[in-house]
């Protein structure tokens, strides 16, 4: 088997398997409200060490500075983004479209000025 | 709740996930386009976009098989990464609905947009419709996205001059945002916790300051002490 289709494999079994854990165990153990209370934390915890490693880090170095640099007026706009699902109570807001396109274009113009 | 402000209510579920699949739009697009730019024929960033479905674990990969690592360590890399769609899926689990065959499907579309998504609605119902709405049309736009992105391939050229590299955090800072805005103790936890996935970045395998990052959970008091 070539070694590419081998990795896709592993991967797309792997990844399945981890994430039938939660319906798995779902009506089979009950979980008690602190620890539910826990995983959301922890997934909201783990997205944001994403975020965090993804925008300042590429493989185990610092990413430069024009990639963090777009992150941040990324985020800088989605301060106006209300939480989702609770848009009416709150005012104007940048779309998610325009936090992602501000967040590229600013990366590519640092980089086409010379930031790394 | 009348029928009209139910219509009203899906169809802003639908326009605030119609922005987070444009958003995931352009990432999958680059990631077809870097894949196949560095060398690897159209099919393979296609399927593995459809039976892996985690981008984050795609692009690594990837990355490791471009980098001459080795399939084991490309495996590998991305394999720790989807570790954390385990406790995802724990978080959700409540969310998928009843029955075998809804929850075996939506285990597939359980991604770090769609939980964003679904834990960002505060009612349950309200909740399981955003898992799937958001779900199945990410899983479509994300697939399409790989394929367009594959085609242009080299036409692209350097995808980094773009800006592309920033689209991903940048997806994930507008959908944690809100609830790191909004509640104190996760933010005590998220921010000791990307700390130290940031301080070990350096020493560790990919994928495993990710993981680290849980011990920030130590801070989540029992109680809603206010930070």
């Known amino acids: ?116 | 709740m009348s029928s009209t402000s139910a219509l009203t209510r899906s169809r802003d579920l639908i326009r605030d996930a119609s922005l987070v699949w444009l958003a995931s739009g352009i990432v999958s697009i680059s990631f077809g386009a870097i894949a196949v730019a560095g060398g690897l024929p159209v099919w393979v960033p296609v399927v593995m976009s459809l039976v892996v479905y985690a981008g984050s674990a795609q692009f690594s990969a990837v990355g490791v098989l471009l980098a001459g690592g080795g399939p084991i360590a490309a495996a590998a890399t991305g394999l720790l990464l989807n570790t954390r769609t385990a406790a995802y899926s724990l978080a959700i689990a409540d969310t998928l609905g009843p029955g075998r065959l809804t929850r075996l499907l939506g285990a597939h579309l359980v991604t770090d947009e769609t939980v964003a998504f679904a834990l960002a609605q505060a009612d349950p119902v309200r909740r399981r419709r955003a898992f799937w709405v958001s779900g199945v049309g990410l899983f479509v736009v994300w697939n399409a996205g790989v394929l367009a992105g594959a085609l242009a391939g080299g036409a692209l050229g350097d995808t980094a001059t773009y800006g592309l590299d920033a689209a991903f955090p940048a997806v994930l800072v507008a959908l944690v945002l809100p609830t790191l805005r909004a509640d104190a103790r996760i933010r005590r936890c998220a921010l000791l916790g990307a700390a130290l996935a940031l301080a070990v970045t350096p020493a560790v395998p990919a994928g495993v300051p990710v993981l680290l990052a849980l011990a920030g959970l130590v801070l989540h008091g029992r109680k809603g002490v206010s930070a």
């Open chain 1, 1 to 116: 088997m070539n070694a590419t289709v081998a990795v896709i494999l592993a991967l797309a079994v792997g990844t399945y398997a981890f994430r039938l854990v939660g319906p798995a165990l779902h009506g089979r153990v009950e979980l008690p409200a602190r620890v539910q209370e826990l995983l959301s934390a922890g997934a909201i915890v783990l997205l944001a060490a994403l975020l965090a490693t993804g925008a300042l880090t590429e493989n185990g170095g610092f990413a430069g500075w024009a990639r963090p640099a777009g992150v941040l007026v990324g985020g800088v706009l989605a301060m106006g983004v209300p939480p989702l699902g609770r848009s009416r109570a709150w005012g104007r807001k940048a779309p998610f479209a325009v936090v992602v396109l501000a967040a590229a274009g600013t990366t590519a113009v640092l980089r086409a000025a010379g930031v790394g």
